[in-house]
């Protein structure tokens, strides 16, 4: 799942795996595979990069932190970190886009 922001300022987990497409016009309008739509703040651009960060997540292991606060780096670093959430280690893996 994903954090995304609407548009009245309110915070919303999207679950990726039933998102079908993303379409700037001008706001980010996200369309479910039930047929139903959102829109949100976020540019599509950034929407995109968070389906990927999650995505790589799930394939590779490494846990999916939802906090954009949390990272210290830019996701797209070739840096890792560790970093102590709620007493559990985990390894913060940056993964360069290419």
Do not use: C, W
Not at 3 to 9: A, C, G, I, Q, S
Request: charged letters at 25%; glycine letters at 4%.
């Amino acid at each position: 799942m994903i954090e995304v922001t609407r548009l009245d300022n309110s915070k919303i987990l999207v679950n990726v795996e039933m998102i079908q497409s993303l379409q700037a016009t001008p706001d980010t309008v996200i369309t479910f595979t039930t047929n139903g739509k959102m829109i949100v703040k976020e540019p599509v651009d950034e929407v995109s990069k968070r389906i990927l960060r999650y995505q790589r997540s799930m394939h590779t292991g490494v846990p999916y932190i939802l906090r954009e606060h949390n990272r210290a780096h830019s996701p797209y670093s070739t840096n890792t970190k560790q970093e102590d959430v709620k007493g559990i280690k985990v390894h913060n893996i940056k993964l360069t886009d290419k």
